[in-house]
């Protein structure tokens, strides 16, 4: 039932655990509205022959056989039957969208993060262990898998339609998706939002790997052809080199480089700002009253503007880092945040500020 809808509707493969989810909702609604249409389709076609006889005779029908269709009034019972139906029918499709929303919203625990960043008109991705890869994003199967998202020029949208996933890219803050995949595969990224005359080109991919094929990929040796289409716009230059650093280490050199370690300690000693060990994940009270949570969103809109939410207890002294740091760097800072969140201080002395140059973490050419 559910393969022979999806295929009338043309509706890609299912290939996330939300998919089917998201498709039997899409189901419901498209069901619900054609009955809906049906039904009045239904009721005019009945009315229009039933009427047709009185006025195709072109002559005024009986007083009291017009009298009698106009004064037909609906029972009261029926018309509340019919409101208190529309009701339960709006309430419950409420209810199943709304759950669904915030399942597709949260990322689990225990999630692998994947920093993407959006640029007209290509897709780069991050990962922790400090790799990088243009226009193909690689993950294992049946594992969570979080996005960290910016944009570095304009809105764009990251659409996998495979997955029924799209959110949102912008500039200056950080979105969130998540997916689980459940079959090994390639399976087509979109940018969903009108970003410019390279927008329908900003195409990439996802590489959905086995777990053996995973370690494998790890290991930096290429992955086995696997089913479905493969890009080959010029914009895919595939992976890049893998840098010797894991991604927090450069973090922890962005945070010497950008100075932030003159005001946040990473030894656990408050200073001018709060220390950043045990920050990600915590809960902090704010200047002006209210909580938040310290997760990615919260950290970049710190950087980017920093008065916006101020930590209790610390001057309102910090710069905005608006266009200092790239969304690469920006996501090299949380991992080393994150990494600060377990380990207990540890006092290591400070590398060295390297050159610009080498800090630049791209990995890729703007
Ligand atoms: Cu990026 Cu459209």
């Known amino acids: 039932m559910n393969e022979a809808l999806r295929r009338l509707l043309n509706l890609p493969p299912q290939a996330s655990t939300i998919a089917r ?3 039997y909702l899409h189901y419901f609604v498209i069901g619900t509205t054609m009955l809906g249409a049906v039904f009045v389709a239904a009721l005019a076609a009945y009315y229009l022959l039933r009427h047709r006889e009185s006025v195709s005779k072109n002559q005024p029908a009986p007083a009291d056989t017009r009298k009698s269709h106009t004064t037909g009034a609906t029972p ?5 039957s019919i409101i208190v139906g529309l009701l339960v029918l709006f309430c419950g499709w409420w209810v199943l969208g709304f759950r669904q929303y915030v399942r597709m919203q949260i990322a689990p625990d225990g999630a692998l993060t994947i920093y993407v960043t959006g640029k007209k008109w290509m897709w780069t991705f991050m990962y922790a262990d400090g790799t990088a890869s243009n226009g193909i994003l690689y993950v294992p199967e049946d594992q969570p898998v979080k996005l960290v998202m910016s944009s570095r020029d304009v809105i764009h949208s990251f659409f996998v339609p495979a997955f029924r996933i799209k959110q949102d890219v912008v500039p200056g803050r950080t979105t969130t998706t998540w997916f689980e995949a459940t079959d090994p595969g390639t399976y087509p990224i979109f940018c969903a939002e009108y970003c410019g005359t390279g927008h329908s080109t900003m195409r990439a991919q996802v590489v959905v790997l086995s777990h053996e094929d995973y370690e494998r990929h790890l290991e930096h040796t290429p992955p086995p052809d696997l089913p479905g289409p493969a890009e080959t716009e010029p914009g895919l230059v595939g992976r890049v080199p893998p840098s010797a650093l894991s991604l927090a280490e450069m973090g922890q050199r962005v945070a010497v480089y950008q100075g932030c370690l ?4 990473a030894d656990g000693s408050p200073h001018i700002g709060p220390t950043w060990v045990g920050l990600y994940g915590s809960t902090i009270s704010l200047e002006g009253g209210g909580e938040v949570l310290v997760d990615e969103a919260f950290m970049t809109e710190s950087m980017m503007d920093p008065l916006a939410a101020v930590h209790r ?3 309102r002294v910090m710069p905005s880092y608006q266009g200092l740091l ?11 945040m994150k990494r600060l969140r377990t380990a207990p201080a540890e ?5 060295l500020p390297l050159a610009p140059a080498e800090v630049e973490l791209e990995g890729v050419a703007p």
């Not at 790239?326 to 080393?336: F, P, R």
């Open 21 to 23: 989810d998201v498709d």
């Open 76 to 80: 009261l019972w029926l018309e509340w």
């Open 262 to 265: 003159r005001c946040h300690s």
């Open 313 to 315: 207890g610390y001057p």
């Open 326 to 336: 790239s969304v690469a760097e920006v996501g090299a800072l949380i991992e080393y």
């Open 347 to 351: 006092v290591e002395p400070a590398p």
